[in-house]
């Protein structure tokens, strides 16, 4: 037995059917109670590691859902609110141009927010392979400036490359999706007015590509958290 849960039925007899004695009894109590432990202790581990796999679930559901809420929230305020000016009053061509860029900004935004999403499902599923091809660290630069285009117009974007940077093993359309990922984090934080820079270097056999801002930084408290897939820093009435 382990508590109230019984593990199995054990069965003693002797060759000449003489009774267990009391000694042998004491004996074959102390052996039963270490195969219960025996028994007992993978089913404990399993119970523990479910456990911990539910609580981190559970945690990175929650931080999912506040990730999802917040993320979307914006854009899909700015949007309504720019067709609702669209549809309902008599403006000039100006003006009805930034709010249909504005628009189609946001727009793009929730496609790569609705990307993000996929690309952590096919994360936890394992169906993300990466396809190792050389690559011009210039077009993938190129690439991701591209599809921020619209959200890295308050910060002023600079791009210092360095001249005969040589072609890298990697997935270019990984990385160009991870440096999208990091200028988003930086347009969201960065004041207003300063500058965003991307930089690249050759060290050694190596180039190292940096995403450079005059934002708040991420607490040394924090940086553990880089690498999780959903987590938010907490400053103040800001996040």
Known sequence: MAGERRLGVLGIAYADDRQLAGADRRLL??????????????????????????????????????????????????????????????????????????????????????????????????????????????????????QMKGALRRPILRMNLAPDLPLILTDGVLLEQVLVNILDNAANSTPEGTEITIAARLSGIHVNVAVIDRGPGIPPEDQAGVFDMVYRVAGGERQ
């Open 29 to 146: 109590d102390a052996l039963i109670d270490q195969i219960a432990l025996a028994l007992e202790r993978p089913r404990l581990t399993e119970d523990l590691a479910a456990t911990q796999l539910a609580t981190e679930t559970e945690r990175l559901r929650t931080a999912l859902l506040n990730s999802v809420s917040h993320d979307l929230r914006t854009p899909r305020v700015t949007i309504i609110g720019a067709a609702g000016h669209l549809a309902d009053t008599d403006l000039p061509p100006d003006v009805r141009r930034d709010l249909a860029e504005n628009i189609r900004d946001e727009g793009e935004r929730l496609d790569r927010y609705v990307q993000k999403l996929l690309d952590m499902t096919r994360l936890g599923h394992g169906a993300l392979r990466t396809r190792l091809s050389s690559q011009d660290v210039a077009e993938i630069v190129g690439g991701a400036r591209a």
